[in-house]
């Protein structure tokens, strides 16, 4: 017993030494490859360009919109700051962030030699972890881009890179999220085809319906794209990637003006998007509330049922919006500015996304609280709202919000 403690120890000890050993080499510009990939250090974009100078031809930096703050409304039926939750959580910002919150900068970077891996996580429904090392093997540190441990392990068991003389590269974590791909994903497409960059972007070969259904109405066709072998990394001798906010109204609203949106007729529809079909997130007590949405002219509708298409045309027509937090919310973008959002939300756990987002679209947005239901994690606990809350938000709707919730532009 004691000489297999001894023998463990000393096993432990020998790692630890070559562990320091490796990452002290790759610190000095030995390629972490050579180690397994198992000591790679991180850097931004922006570290990653004033490290490197900007002497070389074969990279390049803009800066398309500068770090801005933002002038927004209180939610409608919140009387100041302080009432909102300032708890930052998963989101890096909080409910009472948004009305000040700062937007990233938007910038297009063009590196040499880089290699992309990526893996999906069971684990996780399927969700798609990508990376990207840069020519010295740092990992580039961008909004849903970091180097895990199973980007490693997915390296060194892959075979050799796919070798591309240039590429351009979107995809994010969970890209094929309803709401990630409508403010991560389009957004970036539209930049670059206002720029006419749209030569040499990568999709990812595994879309939904609704994914490509996106891309043909905003005039895109996705065969018209490349994609790559998702068995095998990617080594790019030019790689194009872009840093982006997913709130900046600059890039969220290169959507409707794609879609003309502003010249739609006026809205008259009020909208009540139900989960009673989703799996989790469901309001508990819909039957018990729906007849206060229905007596106030509200149209229950079920997004998963409806082909995007329609779901646009549907948010065209929709001047008030209403839901329990979820993806369906997202759709909002499609709405005429001055839009209504309702959304029923439990701040225990606040998720800070969907204010944001109707503040860059110039909407007036309501929280109703709500509480979760049962003994599951945040997001897959289902949610009960006081029928009396609800009501006291819809009586307060018609015809028009109120004056203080008239949305202010970021600057």
Request: with cysteine; aromatic share 8%.
């Amino acid at each position: 017993m004691q000489n297999t403690t001894l023998l463990s120890r000393a096993n432990g000890c020998v790692r630890g030494t070559l562990g320091r050993i490796a990452a002290a080499s790759v610190a000095r510009g030995v390629p972490a490859g050579w180690f397994g990939y198992r000591c790679v250090e991180h850097e931004t974009v922006q570290e990653y360009f004033r490290r490197r100078g900007a002497n070389d031809k074969n990279q390049q930096y803009e800066t398309v919109h500068p770090v801005t703050e933002a002038r927004n409304q209180l939610p409608c039926n919140v009387g100041s700051r302080e009432e909102l939750p300032d708890d930052r959580g998963w989101w890096g910002y909080s409910f009472r962030d948004v009305p000040t919150r700062i937007s990233g900068e938007t910038f297009i970077a063009t590196l040499p030699d880089c290699l992309i891996t990526w893996y999906r996580d069971p684990s996780k429904d399927n969700d798609f972890f990508p990376a990207i090392l840069n020519r010295d093997s740092r990992a580039l540190e961008m909004r849903e881009f970091r180097f895990r441990p199973l980007h490693a392990l997915t390296l060194r068991e892959s075979p050799s890179p796919v070798r591309l003389k240039k590429a351009t590269w979107i995809a994010e974590r969970v890209y094929h999220n309803h709401s990630h791909w409508l403010t991560a994903h389009l957004p970036k497409l539209l930049l670059l085809k206002k720029r006419n960059l749209l030569d040499g972007v990568l999709l990812p070969p595994e879309r939904t319906g609704a994914l490509d259904g996106s891309l043909r109405l905003l005039g895109m066709n996705p065969e018209d794209f490349q994609t790559y072998d998702p068995s095998r990394p990617l080594f790019v001798e030019n790689l194009t990637v872009m840093g982006t906010d997913r709130f900046r109204p600059e890039l969220l609203r290169l959507i409707p003006e794609a879609l003309g949106i502003a010249d739609a007729a006026l809205p008259h529809r009020k909208v009540f998007i139900s989960r009673a079909k989703a799996t989790r997130r469901r309001l508990a007590n819909e039957d018990q509330v729906w007849p206060l949405l229905e007596r106030q002219g509200f149209e229950r509708v079920y997004m998963e049922k409806m082909p995007f298409s329609e779901q646009v045309d549907l948010m065209r027509e929709t001047r008030v919006l209403a839901a329990p937090h979820g993806a369906g919310l997202t759709n909002m973008i499609f709405c005429p500015e001055g839009a209504q959002i309702v959304e029923i939300a439990d701040l225990s756990f606040p998720n800070p996304n969907f204010y944001a987002l109707a503040s860059a679209m110039g909407h007036a947005y309501w929280l109703v609280r709500a509480e979760s239901v049962g003994d599951l994690h945040p997001l897959e606990k289902d949610l009960h709202v006081d029928p009396a809350a609800l009501n006291e938000v819809l009586l307060r709707l018609d015809p028009a919000p109120p004056e203080g919730c008239k949305q202010t532009l970021q600057r």
